[in-house]
């Protein structure tokens, strides 16, 4: 995919939303002209997603931005458009000096330790250019304490109707029952912010919009599954783009685009067939923590380089919860619940390490992982310190060493392309391919 343009004066204000559509519209331009239409589909849901935000009001919808899981079906059932805050850093995070400009922002008042994601969310509204107006934001304690420093700042800054879920450590039973009761309290919420009341008309809404999400929740399963196959036939940086589901479940478009990305890789997986960069298959990789937006080629790399293909990711990794019972208001409750601790930063990173070994398992024994990369994002400072427990772990298990590189998830001025490349690089040849890693060694 084309790199996103930096076409703005960095003497001038931005207007962030404004700027990101134009961006996105771009390149979607720029595809039609090239006829590229089998992956259109790409950019088509990403023009989608910020063309939602911008045009909300003028769709008579209102804006509720959001920061951790919150439930945004309830959201979308109140005909409001949930505009997730994390995708401004995700967006941005390629683009130094766009980022740099509002994480350097941020630093003039907070400590640089905080996680970028946060950084960059904040110094776009410190220096007031989000280009939208919203109506209230939505946001949990969790999952990390870099959010639980950003969100209470961000609260003063939006100046609007907020709303918080307080997230416990554990996922158990009494954890999700705990976040299910303030699911009720979220209602009265919505209906004083919108004027609409939650009657049989919203209700009924509400079902079809979450009819729809599970048919996202189970394409993403699916697409979890098609995965494990050897070799790989989507290449890693699908993982990224399907992050997107968090804000855009329940909708239609975000459903088709799945859709599209199984039909395919099953189409591929027929033919013999692969969508990645590499002709052979050698390696099937891990990277255990987080996403490296700041660099997403580096996995296009990998592949081309040493038929290396990065099939799951911590932070892709879903457990794929499915609302059972939609006639039945507490079970939806209950399982919204334990959808919110259970999607991706928060299953693995908040609570015990147990759960992230939880998770690892289920990832290195489906996955067939034979590379293991700790892509540690510096912001994630709460799983650096299970990082010894978690790659011992995969050590004694599954007999695989791991690599520990040091990034920045969103700002791209860490550490270069060519640094990043050196390092993994040296592992590649000088471990891996030294050693021939596999599951049963
Ligand atoms: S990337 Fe890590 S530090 Fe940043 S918000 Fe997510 S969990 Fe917190």
Not at 3 to 14: G, I, L, S
Not at 19 to 33: A, G, K, N, R, W
Not at 154 to 176: I, Q, S, V
Not at 285 to 298: D, H
Request: hydrophobic share 40%; with cysteine.
């Amino acid at each position: 995919m084309s790199k996103p343009r930096q076409n703005f004066d960095p003497t001038k204000p931005v207007n962030m939303i404004d700027l990101t559509c134009e961006q996105v519209d771009s390149i979607y331009q720029h595809m039609l002209t090239k006829g590229m239409p089998e992956i259109m589909w790409t950019v088509e849901i990403q023009k989608f997603t910020w063309e939602e935000i911008r045009d909300a009001h003028k769709n008579g919808k209102k804006l509720i931005a959001f920061g951790g899981p919150v439930p945004v079906t309830i959201m979308r059932a109140f005909d409001c458009v949930p505009f997730f805050l994390d995708t401004i850093p995700t967006r941005i995070a390629s683009m130094e000096d766009l980022c740099g400009r509002f994480i350097d922002e941020t630093e003039k008042y907070a400590p640089q330790s905080m996680c970028a994601i946060d950084k960059a969310q904040l110094g776009v509204m410190l220096k007031g250019e989000l280009g939208v107006q919203v109506d209230a934001f939505v946001h949990a304690t969790v999952p990390c304490d870099s959010a639980r420093i950003a969100y209470p700042m961000m609260e003063r800054l939006m100046d609007c109707p907020c709303f918080t879920f307080d997230c416990p450590f554990r996922h158990d039973d009494k954890g999700f029952k705990y976040v299910a009761e303030q699911i009720e309290s979220f209602i009265p919420f919505m209906e004083e912010l919108t004027g609409l009341k939650w009657d049989d008309e919203r209700k009924a809404k509400f079902k079809e919009i979450n009819e729809e999400s599970n048919r996202a929740y189970e394409l993403l399963i699916q697409l979890g599954d098609l995965r494990k196959k050897t070799p790989c036939v989507l290449p890693g940086r699908m993982l990224v783009l399907n992050a997107i589901i968090a804000p855009l479940a329940g909708t239609p478009e975000v459903t088709e685009m799945l859709q599209t990305q199984l039909d395919m890789g099953n189409m591929l997986a027929d033919m013999g067939m692969t969508a990645t960069r590499c002709p052979e298959e050698r390696y099937r990789v891990c990277l255990m923590q987080n996403m490296l937006w700041s660099n997403t080629g580096i996995m296009d790399w990998m592949e081309k380089t040493y038929g290396a293909i990065t099939v799951m990711d911590g932070f892709g990794y879903q457990d794929g919860v499915i609302l059972s019972d939609l006639d039945n208001w507490e079970t939806v409750k209950y399982e919204m619940a334990k959808m919110m601790l259970l999607v991706p930063m928060i299953h693995g990173a908040t609570g015990p390490t147990e759960y992230w070994l939880k998770s690892i398992d289920k990832m290195y024994e489906e996955y067939s992982v034979n590379v293991s990369i700790f892509m540690g994002h510096v912001g994630c400072k709460h799983t650096w310190a299970s990082g010894k427990i978690v790659t011992d772990y995969i050590q004694e298990k599954y007999g695989l060493p791991t690599l520990y590189v040091d990034v920045d998830a969103i700002d791209p001025r860490y550490k270069s392309n060519d640094e990043l490349r050196a390092q993994i690089g040296e592992y590649m040849e000088s471990v891996v391919g030294a050693h021939n890693f596999t599951k049963d060694a």
